[in-house]
């Protein structure tokens, strides 16, 4: 029997970042992942594929709404062609999956294919091709998640689907109904909406994006509807029956008043479960909570010393950064190191365009907490960068301490608002004041420079161009 000494379930991005690190730090290590593909949600079902449709469709999008002002004139009609989209972003998942096998036989990491159970806390079944047992002195599980349900909705995969069949449909959508206003849905409701969809957003929040801050939920919304999207706020969806190839929806909105929403697809995008699905975790001791996570303590150990979890699988954001982070923490840790991670370090995006992003604290925390704070807020219209490339929507706001100036969260929407949040987050790294960003030099014309004129708005209402 094979011995190691670390045993990682789940490939990605928690599981094989985890593996890298473990490599490198000398252990012994060993992967396994029930899929032939390694990689896991993110990049087959996740992260990957669907960025590689929002590029495709905004390329699209460009073509048919903004080349002609750009001076691009291109003869004949302009057409989707799907079936390529759709090759396209399977050869962009294929290569960045084979890539993860060549880090794997780089690192000297030894890869199983199959399902991996716990038979005790020193050894783990791996049921594939070959049924095969491993002993492992440390186990990491990142199992993952998958989609979430509504207990009333019978997910066909053909009409009624999730994010992983959305990701591969072979027309387009005429009326596409989404159940979730979060991240999934408006990024791919997004993707088809610009192909030509109508696409119908059922939140039953409040407000889309509602775990963000409420002022970026508002420019997002506002924005979405000129783009035609018909959002339907506080509703409360009841029923999705399919008759033929007609979806119907049920809700009741604000007034309790029954709404009925008819389509061709609906996406359920309602939030993800953690998965551990045949880990078999009792029999090595590891304890559930009652939400099917893996529980854990500070340093991300479970009830069973010499077994830790990361990433979807246990409590706090669902994404692949976060669990990237943890997955090098949890190799630190079993290599005898003291590494840390600062969760409210760990940015938020969302890849609709514009682009939403933001770290750190939002307004209705610091009121909740009763902490006394300062608003800079610059919009994007008024940079020479956006109107070069006619993209005005959205703000950079900046929350900082009354008192000390220290920055406590950035949000933003805008034109690629996914990279500028970096400089937001090694600024919080840092605990630099709103003061201190306001006097670096950013280069323009860039949309940076909005971060920089944020941070000017909060020092004292010193921004430049407006
Ligand atoms: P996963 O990526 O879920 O991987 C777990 C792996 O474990 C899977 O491959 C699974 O097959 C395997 N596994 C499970 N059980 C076993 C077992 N018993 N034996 C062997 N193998 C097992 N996050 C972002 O940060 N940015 C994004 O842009 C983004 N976009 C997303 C888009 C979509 C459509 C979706 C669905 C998710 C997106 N996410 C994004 C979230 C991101 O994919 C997850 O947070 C991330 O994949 C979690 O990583 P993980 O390592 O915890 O688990
Ligand atoms: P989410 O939590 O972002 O959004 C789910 C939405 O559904 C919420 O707005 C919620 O209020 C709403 N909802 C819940 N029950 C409902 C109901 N009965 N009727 C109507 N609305 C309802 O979840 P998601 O969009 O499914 O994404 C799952 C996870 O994947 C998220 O945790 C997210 O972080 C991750 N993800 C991240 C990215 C990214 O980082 N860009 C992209 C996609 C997914």
Not at 51 to 68: G, N, Q, R, V, W
Not at 235 to 246: A, L
Not at 380 to 399: C, E, Q, W
């Amino acid at each position: 029997m094979n011995s190691y000494d670390v045993a990682i379930i789940g490939s990605r991005p928690g599981g094989y970042v985890a593996a890298i690190r473990c490599a490198q730090l000398g252990l012994k290590t060993a992967i396994i992942e029930k899929y032939a593909n390694l990689g896991g949600t993110c990049l087959n079902v996740g992260c990957i594929p669907s960025k590689a449709l929002l590029d495709s469709s905004h390329h699209y999008e460009d073509a048919i709404k903004h080349f002609e002002e750009h001076g691009i004139d291109i003869p004949g009609e302009i057409k989707v062609n799907l079936k390529q989209m759709i090759a396209r972003k399977q050869a962009v998942v294929d290569q960045t999956t084979g890539g993860i096998d060549f880090l794997m036989k780089k690192n000297n990491i030894d890869v199983y294919q199959g399902l991996g159970s716990f038979k005790d806390a020193t050894h783990i079944t791996i049921s594939g091709e070959e049924n095969t047992e491993i002993e492992a002195k440390n186990s990491i599980i990142a199992t993952g998640s998958k989609p979430s349900n509504l207990p009333f909705i019978n997910i066909d995969k053909e009409r009624i689907i999730t994010s992983t069949e959305a990701l591969k449909l072979k027309e387009i959508p005429k009326h596409m109904i989404v159940i979730g206003g979060g991240v999934i849905g408006l990024e791919l409701g997004q993707v088809y909406k610009r192909l030509g969809a109508e696409v119908s957003v059922i939140e039953y929040m409040d407000r889309i994006i509602p775990t963000m801050d409420s002022g970026l939920s508002k420019e997002l919304n506002k924005v979405l509807k000129k783009q035609k999207f018909k959002i339907n706020i506080s509703h409360k969806v009841k029923s999705v029956e399919r008759v033929g190839d007609e979806v119907i929806v049920k809700a009741d909105n604000k007034k309790g008043e029954e709404v009925e929403f008819k389509g061709d697809y609906c996406l359920v995008s309602v939030g993800r479960r953690p998965y551990t699905d045949g880990l078999n975790a009792e029999a090595a001791g590891v304890k559930l909570n009652e939400r099917g996570q893996v529980e854990v303590n500070d340093h991300l150990q479970t009830s069973t010393k010499n077994i830790y979890a990361i990433g979807d699988v246990i409590k706090g954001a669902m994404l692949a950064h976060k669990a990237e982070e943890e997955g090098v923490f949890v190799a630190e840790v079993i290599a005898g190191q003291k590494p840390h991670i600062d969760y409210n370090l760990i940015p938020g995006v969302v890849y609709t365009w514009p682009e939403v992003a933001a770290v750190g604290k939002t307004e209705e925390q610091l009121k909740e907490a009763g902490v006394a704070y300062k608003v800079g807020q610059f919009p994007m219209r008024a940079l020479g960068r956006s109107r070069a490339s006619m993209d005005l929507d959205g703000f950079v706001k900046i929350l900082a301490d009354k008192t000390t100036d220290e920055i406590l969260g950035v949000h933003m929407v805008g034109a690629r608002a996914a990279d500028l949040i970096a400089e937001a987050v090694v600024a919080m790294e840092y605990r630099a004041s709103a003061e201190d960003i306001s006097r670096m030099s950013h280069a323009h014309p860039t949309f940076a420079e909005a971060v920089k004129e944020a941070a000017l708005a909060a020092t004292g209402d010193r921004a430049l161009h407006v």
